[in-house]
């Protein structure tokens, strides 16, 4: 038995640790996650009443606030029954947070059985699995939770083991419904993506999971306002000097000292390749030949990153094979090799350091700069160690030098963040392959390449216009001045990781780094685009907008009691046809768009919040009242877009005018700061003065 302390988004236990311990909550509170699926596990509530001892936790637990746990080891229901016996004195507490835990699950069980129901009739599917949930039971605890709290210790102990029985009875059958209702889900979006190729006449180009807008994107483009001193990167690339790129392929392999059967296959892969008339067929032998070039391709990557981060001269042909995947002259035709050669020799890194190159950021990785990202489970990169440990994989020893160890962390990010990444923004899955071929670049890479100028050109559009995008409120306290607790809205720019291919599809990775909400979220973009930066930055601005309020408002992001925009959205969207402020014009129009986008209330919101920064900024109204309502209550324009909107825009005057009410509240409680400040006969800190200056715009 020990307490142990846990910070506000720690995890406790990862899903796949192996159960081995049973805890009781004496402070704070923690979320149980699976998938989409979130449990809340309150004060008093046995961490482990969900789980089976010795097998791997269905469950991720993370502390939503900071917390406190009393662990006791877990081999069997005798060490539950030995918990209670110990602790008479909050045994009543806990009963209370059984009976709890068995309502939650039982009614996330009902709406997953509704769930598949509804998909499986959307696909077609007779829905013939029956779940026997033994509802007398779930109504006898209802019962009980009517003669709680007790200070019947003996009736206390036997309601917690009956409802700990319950519980293993429940958590098989929603783990079950969670996995059936994603493997439904995959094939309802497989069939969307066939119908969509069939509608195109036949395309093999893949539906990209990106919703449409309707968003023109010559109208993103005028927005941007460019830099004076920003150069046409074609032109650059034209004034770079002649360079003729021969045996790369070798030179490749030379610089990363593969073995020679590695080498000799990857030739002959590459070879075989570039020989190909349809280098997009999903014939099998294809299929295996483009995973076979991926495999090699980033362990190639990575030994060559290694070694050059002891070169201070980089080949040039090393830089190509760094920034675009560029491995083979033939591969990528003459034209484009020219063209890519120039490129790589007139590259200028972002003097911020917020637009990066793959290398760029592998380097930062190494260097301590930054951490790992998570991988495709959703862990860090010491819970990634720590699920090894407690595997058997490696042992305690191994673990600590590992955790410090900037080779292993570099290999992590090379096989998980980057070989993930680069599949996701090359847009077209089942045609992927990492290296740089004439067919790759949507566009001529001359004309379609991302640059850091073009990337920060759009940022500063976005944020000329919904000025909040990217700030957090941090905490900021100093007694001696009269300050206890005052929340300063901080900007915190992301970091853009540039893929080294050309794609179709940006993605948000994380909105945050680690478990600070004060760390910069990470973003990936193809380093060719198939269109203008500026439409794919946008989006990214909206699926942060969603998934950093996600983040901060934990398991009451759907919560309409909790009003936040995740919560107030969805609520909008479920409850649309009962809505008295839409015409049923709108409610059709609002159905077309769920169907179009398969029912996700995030993809709806990318789709308004493009519409909203884009037309409604400017008096082109595109939005329905109540998406127009929500989305400026959370996103609101800059001061001078509001003011040109409260004269000409009739739809806006209202939603403003409830704006300046709370505005004029806030400067208020600011004066009163400055007031407590200038008491002290103190300077006024960098802080309140940047918060003061937040409220202007």
Known sequence: MGKQAIQSGEILHASNERVKELEIVIKGSFIATSGSVTLEVPYGSIIGLYETPEEKYRFDYEAKEDSMVVSY???????????????????????????????????KIAQHIEACRELADMLGIEEKQKYNLNIWRNDYFRAVAKMLPSKDIAFCTGTVLYAFEYLQELSPILAELIEKKSEYDLQLMSRDDLDIGEEAGGSDKEYTGEDDSGVDEEDI????????????????AAAAPGIKITGALQQIIDYAELDEARADTFKKLIED????????????????????????????????????????????????????????EKLAGASNTGVLAKLAYSYEPDPEGNVVTAFEWLRMIYDGKVEPS?????????????????????????????????????SFE?????????????????????????ESSPRPPATSITTYKAVHDSLNMIRGIDFSCFTRQIVFSNTDIGVTREFIDTEILPYIILMPNGGTRSALWQEIS???????????????????????????????????????????????????LTSMFCDYLQFYRKNHDLSPDLREKIKAQLQSARNSSK???????????????????????????????????????????????????????????????????????????????????????????????
Request: hydrophobic fraction near 35%; proline fraction near 4%.
């Open 73 to 107: 080891s877990y081999h069997s229901e005798d060490n539950i029954r030995a918990i209670l016996k110990g602790n008479p004195q909050i045994t009543p507490l806990i009963t209370n947070a059984a009976i709890y835990a068995v309502r939650v699950m039982f009614e």
């Open 273 to 328: 390749f570039t020989n190909l008339s349809d280098k997009t067929s999903t014939e099998d032998n294809v299929r295996l030949m483009r995973r076979q070039i991926s495999e090699i391709f980033f362990v190639t990557y990575e030994k060559a990153f290694m070694k050059a981060l002891m070169d201070r001269d980089i080949p040039l042909v090393l830089k190509m094979f760094f920034y675009f995947g560029f491995v083979d």
């Open 221 to 236: 483009d005028d927005l941007v306002e460019k830099d004076d001193d920003q150069e046409d990167p074609s032109k650059e």
């Open 414 to 438: 090379i096989h998980n963040f980057m070989r993930l990444g680069s599949r996701m923004t090359y847009g077209r899955i089942s045609s992927y392959v990492p290296v740089f071929t004439e």
């Open 374 to 410: 998570k991988n495709e489970f959703d862990m860090e990169y010491p819970k990634y160690l720590k699920q090894r440990y407690d595997d058997g994989e490696i042992r305690q020893e191994e673990m600590k030098r590992l955790l410090n160890d900037r080779n292993a962390k570099v």
């Open 603 to 697: 993809a709806v919101f990318v789709s308004d919040y493009m519409n909203y920064v884009v037309y409604e900024s400017v008096g082109s109204l595109r939005l329905n009242k109540v998406s127009r309502d929500i989305i400026f209550r959370f996103c609101p324009f800059r001061k001078e877009i509001r003011d040109k909107l409260s004269k000409s825009s009739p739809a806006y005057q209202k939603p403003i005018e409830r704006y300046d009410i709370k505005l004029a509240q806030k400067l208020r409680l600011m004066e009163i700061v400055y007031s407590k400040i200038e008491k002290a006969g103190a300077a006024v800190p960098s802080e309140i003065k940047q918060q003061r200056a937040f409220l202007d715009n």
């Open 514 to 564: 680690g478990a600070h909400r004060n760390t910069p979220g990470r973003m990936m973009m193809p380093i060719f685009l198939d269109k203008e930066v500026s439409s794919h930055v946008l989006r990214l601005a909206g699926e942060f907008r969603w998934e950093m309020c996600r983040r901060e408002q934990g398991v009451h992001w759907n919560d309409v009691t909790v009003p936040s």
